[in-house]
């Protein structure tokens, strides 16, 4: 009887953390997210705040890089606090849809956009950036950014013009 309870067990623990994942993934891919600049990172970095939406906090956190990355390629973020705005890296608002195989695979399961971000902290969420609203939470985490190797990656690829290419 003991030889099934753990191997049981394991399959449930499993299942339960696969759905969840998959949850989060479902809300990155709408890309309900909120981006904010908070500092200068070294040479070729942004510290930026990425605020995630989730029924789960610890998903979140993971999320936030993502969202992170996203931010820096299609949105940008407005000056606040003494940071600088920067604009997106994108310069065609409709990019996503025009490379959305590109993008799928980059923003995928172990996609390419992890070796350009990387959490400040050691995982830690701040109490003032864990907020319960309705039935989920928005979680906010410092994030630094490699926008440099970001965009020179994008570039080499031919997703966006690089800055020598004009206006």
Do not use: C
Not at 21 to 31: E, L, P, Y
Request: glycine fraction near 10%.
């Amino acid at each position: 009887m003991k030889h099934f309870i753990l191997p049981l067990f394991l399959i449930f623990t499993f299942s339960s953390f696969s759905q969840t994942r998959k949850k989060a993934n479902k809300d990155t891919r709408n890309w309900r997210y909120e981006i904010e600049g908070v500092g200068q990172g070294s040479m070729g970095t942004y510290l930026v705040k990425s605020w995630q939406y989730s029924k789960k906090p610890r998903i979140a956190l993971e999320q936030t890089k993502k969202n992170a990355v996203h931010g820096i390629i299609f949105k940008g973020y407005p000056s606040s606090k003494g940071v600088i705005g920067q604009p997106p890296l994108a310069r065609n608002p409709i990019l996503d849809e025009q490379q959305k195989s590109f993008f799928d695979q980059f923003f995928g399961k172990n996609g390419r956009y992890m070796q350009f971000v990387s959490l400040t902290t050691d995982g830690t969420i701040l109490p003032g950036d864990r907020i319960k609203i309705g039935r989920e939470y928005k979680v906010g985490v410092v994030v630094s950014v490699q926008v440099a190797a970001l965009r020179k990656y994008l570039e080499s690829a031919g997703v966006i013009k690089g800055l020598s290419n004009g206006f």
